[in-house]
Structures are given as C-alpha cells and as structure tokens.
C-alpha cells in the first residue's frame, strides 16, 4: 500500500461532502453538483440521493461518476493544498451498513431517506487521481485506494455497539481526541464511526478524522486504538 494511496483515503474519509460530476442526458454534457458524502469501512464512498435531482437521472442513465474530495479549505493558495478526484460507478444499495453509516454523519438526513425518491448508493471506485501539492500526483489504481482488510459483514456487527460505548461511557475521552489530537474547539463532539484505519467525529456542522497507529479489524484491537489514542491525548495535557 503506497503513501499516495493512504494520503487519497484519507481524503476521502476525512470529507462529509464532495462536488459529484456526472454525464447529463441526451448532450452528455458535464454536469457538476455539490453531495453529502459518508465512506463505507473500505473508503468507497456513500451517497444519498434524490430521484428528482438532476444528477440522478444522470446516473440512471450512465453510471459513471466522479467524485472531488478538496482537502485545500483554510489555505492561502488552493493550488497546494491536497485533493483526490475518484473515479467509479454509483451503484443502488440496500445493505443495512451502508445506511447506517451514512445516517450517522449525516443525522438531519433521517428526516428524509425514506421518502420514496431517495436511494442509498455505493461507489464502486475503479481508481484515483491525487494531487497532494506541486509535482506531487498519481493515478492510484482501485485494489491501493480501498483499504484490503475491511470486512463490512464482520465489522458491521460490532461497530455500532463499539461507537454507542463510546459516546455513551467515554464521551469525556472523545473531547480530549477533538481537544487535543486535533486542535478543535467547543465541546459535544460525538463518535459517528470507525474502520479499521481510524474513526470519525462530529460536532454540529464540523467533522474530524483520527487515524489509528495500527490497523483495527476486530473489538479487541479496536478497543487497543481507542486507549492509545486516549493516552496520546493525555500526553498532550503534561
């Protein structure tokens, strides 16, 4: 597994939304929107869509997608920031994860995913295209962009219970993370998910990411991550 293909996922967990390009209809014209974005354990992205936007029609039409992560905000010049546009085909999915997972990033979304035009849809990444500042760019190719060892079916069984015992019984520990491993500000942040390379954090309208120094595929190395995290954490108080 590459840098490049680690510094893309990364990118690609770390946003709650990224501009969606699809082919319009009959001129297959460019078409440019703006979509709430969740990733699933392997970083392939989830989408929520109306059947009544335009980019939805798109999609039945061609499946072919592109997605712009733009990791460049706060940055004097845009130009060096990093960003991945990945490339792939939306799929329609009914999987019970895939709309767990999106629905805990994206809470106000409850009120209308089951509304009879809206559908849960799944990337099916084929590659991606990082630029990570001037000269530094790559094509990184499906089977490196999505993390090999994320199991939905095992992790999917454990994940929610493992993120409610944390905001449940240690919501003190998510502050110190969003306090001191991220430099955030305020408190109510809430853990809305975990993979096996980190785990994602929510207040109000702001979103972060915190990678695990070691890969987490299970509850017991999960719960090694989340106490290594808490005593880096801790360090940072001293």
Known sequence: MTDSATKARNLMRAHDWASLATNMTGDNHPYASLVLVAADYDASPILLISGLAEHAR????????SLLFDGTRGLPSALTGARVSVQGRAQRSDAAHIRLRFLARHEDAAEYADFGDFNFYRIAVERGHLVAGFGQIAWIGRDELLHPAAKPDAMSAWEADAVKHMNEDHC????RYALYLSGAE?????MTGCDPEGCDLRQAGEVLRLDFAEAAND???LRRQFVALARSAEAKTI
């Not at 798109?58 to 997608?65: E, S």
């Not at 003190?172 to 502050?175: G, L, V």
């Not at 305020?186 to 809430?190: E, K, T």
């Open 58 to 65: 798109n999609i039945a039409a061609d499946d072919r997608i």
């Open 172 to 175: 003190d520990a998510i502050q």
């Open 186 to 190: 305020g408190d109510g942040w809430v």
């Open 219 to 221: 509850p017991d190395s």
